[in-house]
């Protein structure tokens, strides 16, 4: 993964893109990405999702998502405030700092930032899609490649947790064609997450994309026949028709 990908930064030109895309997107517009969900709906999620991570950040503990009152506002202003404020509660503690999260993994404060990134990347796709089903979702490849890191690091062992196992029952290599980032999952014991090399692909099949289009098929924004498989088809399988996101 990128060493020097700036996490903070790339939330806040994430979040502004996606501030410019409630802008220019009727409220009203089905969300093909969520079924049953409109432009509004997704708004009030991320916005929701960044007060959030913003009271969890500033108090340590766990806290619940805000019910929120529907905005008088425009929905692109309200989320950008939203963004404003755990932009603010980041910078105010510092990543170091010990601070509860949902996944099995470590407990610090810098875990929010690389996840809300993540969480605003997927969801400023949706929403242009939703104005325009058929445009590039533009992610640049280094966040990507981070993306699907942070799936592999955190949401196989988070959605383990929650009753879904990674179906990985032999090694699978993950490569990046276009970051050259490349990962190795290895099944451990029963009940236990695969075990994540990183720097090399290999295994009884290799799944290779773009990071981009890895990122997508891994957070169901892509059909996975849309990525390469070399190898077994059948270990492969278990890795993406499973439920590795929520």
Same mark, same amino acid.
């Given at each position: 993964m990128p060493d020097n990908l700036d996490h903070l930064e790339q939330f806040e030109r994430t979040a502004a893109d996606l501030a410019e895309a409630f802008a220019a997107t009727d409220p009203a517009a089905a969300v093909p990405n969520c079924p049953g969900w409109t432009v509004a709906d997704l708004a009030l999620h991320v916005g929701a999702g960044q007060r959030w991570a913003a $009271? %969890? +950040? +500033? $108090?340590? @503990? *766990? /806290? /619940?998502?805000?019910?929120?009152?529907? @905005? @008088?506002? $425009?929905?692109?202003?309200?989320?950008?405030? @939203? $963004?404003? *404020? +755990?932009? *603010? *509660? %980041?910078k105010a503690v510092d990543p170091d700092e010990p601070c509860w999260n949902f996944a099995p993994v470590g407990q610090y404060a810098g875990f929010w930032v690389r996840r809300r990134l993540h969480e605003t990347v997927v969801h400023l796709v949706d929403a242009r899609q939703a104005r325009s089903p058929d445009v590039d979702p533009g992610i640049p490849p280094a966040i990507a490649a981070d993306g699907v890191d942070e799936v592999f690091g955190v949401f196989l062992p988070r959605m383990l947790q929650r009753g879904f196992p990674a179906a990985v029952s032999t090694a699978v290599g993950v490569r990046a064609v276009d970051t050259g980032d490349e990962w190795t999952l290895t099944p451990t014991t029963p009940g236990q997450p695969p075990q994540i090399h990183r720097g090399q692909a290999q295994g009884a099949a290799v799944v290779s994309g773009t990071a981009q289009d890895l990122l997508l098929a891994l957070w169901r924004r892509l059909p996975v026949d849309q990525l390469t498989v070399d190898g077994d088809p059948q270990a492969a399988a278990g890795l993406l028709s499973g439920k590795v996101t929520p």
């Open positions: $009271s %969890i +950040l +500033l $108090s340590g @503990t *766990a /806290q /619940q998502v805000p019910e929120v009152l529907r @905005t @008088t506002a $425009s929905w692109s202003d309200w989320y950008a405030g @939203t $963004s404003a *404020a +755990l932009v *603010a *509660a %980041i």
